[in-house]
């Protein structure tokens, strides 16, 4: 099962979630459904840089982005 991180843009809190078809992603702090989803921890060992040094990309969102 795929495992996801998101980010809440309600309290700005991190926070991973096992996404499953049905599966509705909120904050587990305070609820909200507010949230960006970040990259897949799904396979990935160690916490990979983000190459964007301003955070997400404003184009894609994708860590892995070629075009921006
Ligand atoms: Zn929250």
Redesign the pocket.
Known sequence: MPIFEYR?N??D?DFEQIVNKNTVVQ?E??G?KDVNKKMSLFGVSGTEKHVHSGGDCGGCHKSSCSTC
Do not use: I, R
């Open positions: 809440c309600k309290c809190c904050c702090k305070c909200s």
